[in-house]
């Protein structure tokens, strides 16, 4: 018995599944192979915060049941909690302090059979699009260690880039699965608001912009996921209609001829590599010669207006969850990356009416791409404007840091919003990955599809913003461009893992 790396990396999450069904495999020689691939790769990427190998071969050496009975999995290391383990957030206090609950989402992993080994690394509260906390250090991309996996799943997606497990745990509230998707060549999908349950302990996050999810190597594995994870909580603020028929039953045929509107500029008016531009046009072209009608075409919405809304809301939740994490630790001020003290600051500045005109003005941008979707089945859009940039770009400025640092301290939060650090903040955030927040802002499914490599081997991902329930179409389409261009055989250059477990 036993199996090699090479055997363990040939198998998506369903065909490892099938391995410990048929007896070809066990639970516990699955969890050593990716053991082992993490502990050959970890000195390289950095993608696993916390360690739970004891724990996890104790569970393995259990019975095990459901769809993914016996696969080795890995949660993010945000809104995923464990009872009686720590959640660190990308934070240091956090990460020393149990919590009370289990979240919905890993107990239907549990229930569903995964082997738990770790916590994937975040950036503090997944408020960036990086994966650089100071908590742990910088995760790196398989790809090219020298740069960025993308955020806040970075943790996850290394991971399943680097093949230490076929699929991981992520969170997307502004782009954070897709986005690390699409920089490390994985298939992404971001549930529509509602259809994944975000308890127990909060009813929705982000006024339900901010989803749980999974990274990828297949399509089928998310379809598969979804189905474990799909369905209302009791707890939850609303109930979503289910799918008509299992989420994985999507994947097998290919969707009917779609209408698709292409657009290549990017919302915020700043530059697109060329190279993003074209994966999302050779995406264009391939659908057309799969029978579909692609045209150029966007949502009529102000993306400046847009983002500026997203980010004042967004600041306003970083605060709440630094308030909320020192009253959990009691921890202080200072104990939190500066970067964050600043969006803290200023969401603590806003005043309610101007939050609440704020939010209220996302349904506009909602109804603008509902009016879209009228003569669109889909979005079509680079995911990122940019391939995966290096690791320390967007660190702020010596003499940024400390004028940050006496505003703070003089607690003048308004100041820090009229000055120029809100454009910098902005500019980290959302200028390298423009496309994503739309889908968050309007509570859209939306995928990113990881067809395209730059000329010096970057993945680079597109997206796809669909209708309210249209997750089924989304994955239906993935799956059928899976088929027609494949990338799962594609791997980094890595160490070698042992040729046996």
Not at 431 to 455: C, H, I
Request: with cysteine; net charge negative.
């Amino acid at each position: 018995m036993g199996i090699t790396w090479d055997e363990y990396r040939e198998h998506d999450a369903v065909g490892l599944a099938e391995l410990v069904k048929s007896g070809a495999v066990s639970p516990v020689e699955l969890l050593e192979a990716a053991i082992a691939r993490a502990d050959v790769v970890e000195p390289t990427i950095n993608a696993i915060r916390h360690r739970l190998d004891d724990d996890a071969r104790a569970r393995a050496r259990s019975p095990l049941s459901g769809p993914f009975a016996g696969v080795p999995f890995l949660i993010k290391d945000l809104g995923q909690h464990l009872a009686g383990l720590p959640t660190g957030s990308g934070n240091r206090p956090l990460a020393r302090f149990p919590r009370p609950e289990t979240s919905t989402v890993v107990q239907r992993w549990l229930d569903a059979g995964l082997v738990v080994f770790g916590r994937t690394t975040t950036p503090e509260f997944g408020a960036r699009a990086i994966t650089e906390p100071v908590a742990g250090g910088p995760t790196r991309n398989p790809w090219d260690p020298s740069r960025t996996p993308g955020g806040s799943s970075g943790g996850s997606a290394a991971a399943v880039a680097a093949g230490v497990v076929p699929v991981a745990g992520g969170n997307d509230g502004g782009g954070s699965i897709r986005i690390p998707a699409a920089a490390c060549g994985l298939f992404g999908l971001k549930p529509g608001r509602g259809v994944v349950p975000s308890g127990p302990e909060v009813d929705e996050v982000f006024h339900g912009a901010a989803v749980q999810g999974v990274l990828s190597r297949t399509v089928r594995d998310s379809a598969a996921m979804l189905d474990v994870l799909a369905g209302s909580a009791p707890e939850g603020p609303y109930r979503v209609a289910p799918a008509e028929r299992p989420y994985a039953d999507a994947v097998v045929d290919d969707p009917r001829p779609l209408r698709i509107g292409l657009t290549t500029v990017s919302p915020l008016g700043g530059p697109v590599d060329p190279q993003a531009a074209a994966a999302a046009r050779d995406a264009g072209e391939l659908l057309t010669g799969l029978g579909h009608v692609v045209e150029e075409s966007a949502p009529d919405i102000d993306g400046q207006r847009l983002a500026t809304d997203f980010l004042t809301a967004w600041f306003a939740m970083v605060a709440a969850e630094v308030t909320a994490a020192r009253e959990f630790t009691g921890c202080a001020e200072g104990d939190f990356e500066i970067e964050t003290r600043m969006m803290a600051a200023i969401g603590r500045s806003l005043s309610a009416p101007e939050y609440l005109a704020t939010q209220s003005r996302w349904h506009q941008h909602t109804r603008a791409l509902a009016a879209f979707h009228e003569r669109y089945d889909m979005l079509l859009t680079p995911t990122m404007a940019r391939p995966a940039w290096p690791i320390g770009e967007f660190d702020l400025a010596l003499p940024v840091r400390l004028a940050a640092r006496g505003l703070l301290a003089a607690r003048i939060g308004g100041v820090l919003g009229r000055m120029n650090l809100v454009e910098k903040l902005a500019v980290a955030n959302l200028e390298p990955a423009p496309f994503t927040q739309l889908a968050n802002v309007t509570g859209r499914p939306a995928s990113s599809v990881p067809l395209y490599r730059t000329s010096s081997g970057l993945p680079l991902g597109i997206q796809f913003v669909g209708r309210p329930g249209s997750e089924p179409e989304l994955l239906a389409l993935a799956a059928q461009l899976e088929r027609a261009q494949p990338w799962a055989h594609l791997w980094p250059s890595l160490p070698d893992s042992p040729s046996a477990t």
